[in-house]
């Protein structure tokens, strides 16, 4: 299962939600801690946006999974 959002007060972040798209977002402004991305997965195991990112060949910050 991937985590996200793990930091120092939070060292076993947040548990995947496996209806949700798997890649980690940080946020616009205000706090330094990443989080998964809200939209529900369209294409496998992402987005219709971030799918759409992987295909014009950008780096997607997605979590190991272990």
Known sequence: ???Y???AGNERGNPEDPTRCVVEVWPAS???IPY???RKRVAGVLC???E????AGRNLSI???K
């Open 5 to 7: 959002g793990q930091w």
């Open 48 to 50: 219709k946006q971030h």
């Open 1 to 3: 299962m991937r985590r």
């Open 52 to 55: 759409k990112q992987r295909i």
């Open 30 to 32: 205000g706090s330094w």
């Open 36 to 38: 998964q991305c809200q």
């Open 63 to 65: 979590p190991e999974h």
